[in-house]
């Protein structure tokens, strides 16, 4: 089994420390996936209007070079990119009038018929690995860090694409717990961060993100692990407008989920890029042990 | 305030293209107000999507659009997920967004921002807002 890895826009500029994390931790765990050698913006979000066939290409476009990779894979780290690609792929598989207007469009290349299955990073570890056998590979526990999981709406949103199948076991908490970290659920693991509406109604999205900083931190959090970068802009990056207007009262500090997971590993923080986190979180992981103050203030 | 209904105020094309772009039904909506229960911008909104669902059901274009509702969405699907009626509200939103976007109006002026703020902002923040925003 072949597995193509989609990287998306961010993860290639603002989002170094999603990537490059997650990249040393793939070839730490041994598992082999290549990046797309060519790929296009998946468009961001889904389109939702019935009449609305031409903005689905974009992802459709990215699936058929995983396909034509021979790929039966397609690992996504954002997860913007993943609903936009999962909820495309669906169409794809499932709606035949829609798949053959949609291929009828795109004469140059292959048919396609949602061959590759999209699978979000989480999804992968379970199943290429395991929890147990995850747990088995961190050296350096995260000795018992409460880390609440944001799912944010496009990793659980709409219910056919999320990455929670229902039951007993929840990925983001079995995750957090094969690292060591005490996983904290909270009642706004799933509410909108505000999302695009930073830029149309940047107060209104201020406010939802409130909300969720307060609402980990009420249930004794020290940390939020993310995996969108849009979701770390609001929730990480606009902190200074919530403390500069006394909304909050101190820092809570942010790590993309896979910095996380690189640092159990032992692979140290030259590949977690926490100098493109706020200075809370580094200090948050020197506090605990679990980075070193030297190179870890570096920015 | 009041709202006037009459055979003269009931935009019958207005909801055949609302239900067409959408794909919804939306006369299954009973009023339960869930939608803006889960919404978590519905503090932000002049009238809850509930109220929205009404104004559509009634025909009331002008209402409908005078109203900010569905510039405030997000896209969250959290009243989608949590509607009782089966309602994809998510889509009546962009359906309604459509309208005033396909005629080439955009609510978000890309050329009026600074290159400071689009500078600052992850990619995914622009192309998503685009999309939703302008036409």
């Keep these: 089994m072949k597995i193509s890895y989609y990287p998306g826009c961010t993860l290639k500029t603002k989002a170094k420390n999603l990537e490059e994390a997650a990249l040393a931790s793939l070839a730490a765990l041994g598992i082999e996936c290549e990046e797309l050698p060519r790929w296009n913006c998946c468009g961001a979000v889904h389109s939702l209007a019935q009449d609305d066939l031409i903005h689905h290409v974009a992802p459709v476009r990215d699936l058929i070079r995983a396909m034509d990779r021979g790929s039966t894979k397609l690992v996504v780290l954002c997860s913007m990119c993943y609903n936009t690609l999962e909820r495309a792929n669906a169409i794809m598989r499932d709606d035949a009038l829609r798949r053959e207007t949609i291929n009828g469009f795109m004469d140059e290349e292959s048919d396609y018929r949602g061959e590759v299955e999209v699978v979000h990073f989480l999804e992968l570890l379970r199943d290429e690995i395991g929890w147990e056998a995850l747990r088995g590979r961190v050296k350096v526990p995260l000795g018992g860090l409460r880390v609440a999981p944001y799912y944010g709406c496009t990793l659980v949103r709409p219910k056919e694409v999320s990455i929670e199948r229902g039951g007993e076991e929840r990925v983001f908490l079995a995750f957090l717990e094969a690292l060591g970290a005490r996983p904290v659920e909270f009642s706004a693991e799933s509410l909108c961060c505000g999302s695009y509406q930073v830029l149309a109604n940047p107060q209104a999205a201020l406010g939802a993100s409130q909300a969720i900083l307060e609402s980990a931190r009420r249930r004794g959090a020290e940390a939020l692990a993310l995996s969108c970068p849009l979701c770390e802009f609001n929730l990480s990056r606009r902190q200074g407008e919530l403390l500069e207007a006394q909304r909050i009262a101190s820092g809570f500090p942010t790590f993309y989920f896979t910095q996380l997971l690189a640092i159990a590993l032992g692979l140290g923080e030259e590949v977690c890029r926490f100098d493109l986190n706020d200075r809370a979180s580094r200090e948050l992981l020197i506090e605990k042990g679990i980075a070193a103050c030297e190179t870890a203030l570096v920015s | ?135």
């Excluded at chain 2, 055949?16 to 939608?35: A, N, V």
């Excluded at chain 2, 896209?75 to 396909?102: F, K, Y």
């Design chain 2, 1 to 135: 305030m009041p709202i006037k209904i009459s055979p003269k105020t009931m935009k019958h094309g207005f909801i055949e293209r609302i239900m067409e772009l959408s794909g919804q039904d939306i006369y299954r909506c009973f009023q339960c107000g869930t939608c803006g229960g889960a919404c978590p911008m519905s503090a932000e909104m002049d009238r809850v999507p509930r109220k929205v669902m009404h104004l559509v059901q009634l025909g009331l274009e002008e209402r409908v659009r005078e109203c900010g509702t569905f510039w405030t969405c997000a896209s969250c699907h959290s009243c989608t997920v949590m509607c009782p009626r089966g309602i994809d509200l998510a889509r009546v939103m962009e359906a309604l967004r459509l309208l005033t976007l396909r005629k080439s109006i955009n609510f978000v002026e890309p050329s009026g921002l600074s290159a400071e703020v689009i500078g600052g902002l992850p990619q995914i923040a622009l192309v998503s807002c685009f999309r939703k925003m302008t036409g």
